[in-house]
């Protein structure tokens, strides 16, 4: 009886460990969460925050040290989602680039569907010498088609980092403008245009 007792609660113990060992799935408990509580409204939607694709569930794998094969596995993937513009013209107008490069509004609940989204890009870089208020996260772009010209291989290598910057670096803090659907088309076309135009102040 004794010795029953004694391996009974040996079994007791042992269970209790792996049951404190055991560490909760933190991620299924932050999208229960979510899905409970989280409401979509206008362009902000659920999806938005629980769907994650191929490039992004990698991404937050391999947070802090991913292997060259994965990266080009994210980069190769990325790469297939690149749309060339539908009329073949990569550049629209400067002015209007500027306009978008400037925005930083969109894709939030207080927003209308449909609304037209900016770019934020001063967030992040440099662009023209008239704006004095720009982030450095990114390269600067000043000048950028001056130094880099504009030949076919240029308009369309800019065109796919604009549109999934993650397909040219993988896990790019860089938004996927078009792969995402942030900026329409002809959005893509006028920031084209002020980076590579050469009327754009950009290229001054």
């Known amino acids: 009886m004794k010795k ?3 391996a ?3 079994g007791a113990t042992l269970a209790g460990c792996a049951t404190i060992a055991a560490e909760p799935d933190y991620r299924r408990v932050a999208l229960d969460l979510i899905k409970q509580d989280f409401r979509t409204k206008g362009p902000a939607t659920l999806e938005r925050v629980t769907v994650r694709d191929e490039a992004q569930q990698l991404c937050s794998e391999f947070a802090t040290e991913r292997s060259s094969e994965v990266n080009s596995r994210i980069e190769a993937s ?3 989602t690149i749309k060339a513009p539908a009329n073949g ?3 629209g107008s400067w002015q209007e680039g500027e306009k978008i490069a400037q925005s930083g509004r ?3 609940s207080s927003d209308a569907l449909g609304a037209a989204n900016g770019g934020n890009c001063y967030a992040c ?3 023209t010498k008239q ?3 720009f982030g450095n996260i990114g390269p600067s772009l000043y000048q950028y088609g001056k130094i880099r010209g504009n030949s076919e291989e240029m308009l369309k290598y800019t065109w796919g980092k604009i549109y ?3 397909a040219y670096a993988a896990c790019s803090n860089m938004p996927r403008f078009g792969h995402n659907g942030i900026l329409t088309e002809a959005q893509l076309q006028d920031v084209m245009a002020l980076l590579l135009d050469p009327a754009s102040p950009v290229n001054k």
């Open 4 to 6: 029953t007792l004694i």
């Open 106 to 108: 969109g894709m939030q």
């Open 8 to 10: 009974l609660l040996g």
């Open 89 to 91: 013209k990569y550049l």
């Open 131 to 133: 704006e004095i208020s």
């Open 164 to 166: 999934n910057a993650q």
């Open 78 to 80: 990325q790469m297939q």
């Open 125 to 127: 870089h440099q662009i």
